[in-house]
């Protein structure tokens, strides 16, 4: 089975903080890709970070980057400097070697208050 | 960069006609796009795997006859939902994998989505 789980249905970060999403995933595979996707109103999926499997070090993409636990089969979001376009739906999602298909999470609700 | 394109943005149509919703892949060759459905204020679930050339993949619980799916072009992939009733009123997003030997760390690019509503 490919699961994706992320456990906070919202959260609020103040503007110019750094705020951490939560995502766990559960797979038997050991080649495989996680992805963080940023989805504003206008529903547009846009790729805010991926990680490979395989690659220890943690992927950054300039105020994004992402706590990778492998053993621990989980992939946090990190946001600094929070700005108010990042506010939006996160989904945190998986491509696994075989399956070829993105599983995504939940979503957690993004909300920057000025 | 890559380019996706769905078409309609949004649609109404009364309950027990058809709606075809259309993906097209604009600067790149999509051997394979996916169809997603996505209920307000929740996830993005995946309902079909649409090869060029071939039957499309279906996730279970998906109807294969309420939703065709034809992948006949590189750069084109359309979803059919057939009689359509309220409970079909959705979000229907699709992306389509850069054509890169079907490698899984192949761009995945997504169109914008199409609204339907049935009435």
């Known amino acids: 089975a490919q699961t994706v789980t992320q456990s906070q249905p919202e959260m609020s970060v103040q503007e110019a903080e750094t705020v951490t999403l939560s995502c766990t995933y559960d797979?038997?595979?050991?080649?495989?890709?996680l992805f963080w996707y940023k989805q504003p109103p206008s529903r547009q999926m846009i790729l805010v970070i991926r990680q490979e499997a395989y690659k220890q070090q943690n992927a950054t993409e300039n105020r994004f980057s992402v706590n990778f636990q492998k053993a621990a089969k989980s992939f946090s979001l990190k946001i600094s400097d929070s700005q108010l376009g990042d506010a939006a739906m996160y989904f945190c999602a998986q491509i696994i070697q075989g399956a070829q298909k993105l599983v995504f999470g939940q979503g957690t609700r993004l909300t920057i208050n000025p | 960069g890559a380019v996706v394109s769905q078409h309609p943005s949004w649609v109404i149509c009364k309950s027990g006609t058809s709606v075809k919703i259309e993906c097209r892949s604009l600067?790149?060759?999509?051997?394979?796009m996916f169809w997603y459905r996505q209920f307000p204020k929740q996830s993005l679930m995946l309902m079909a795997t649409?090869?060029?050339?071939?039957?499309?993949?279906?996730e279970q619980g998906v109807e294969k006859d309420k939703f065709l799916i034809n992948h006949a072009s590189l750069t084109l992939s359309t979803l059919t939902v057939t009689s359509a009733h309220p409970e079909d009123s959705s979000f229907y997003i699709c992306s389509a994998r850069q054509n890169r030997g079907g490698a899984i760390n192949s761009p995945l690019h997504f169109g914008n989505g199409t609204r339907l509503t049935v009435t």
């Open positions: 649409s090869n060029e050339g071939s039957k499309a993949t279906y």
């Open positions: 797979t038997s595979e050991s080649d495989y890709y």
């Open positions: 600067d790149f060759q999509a051997t394979t």
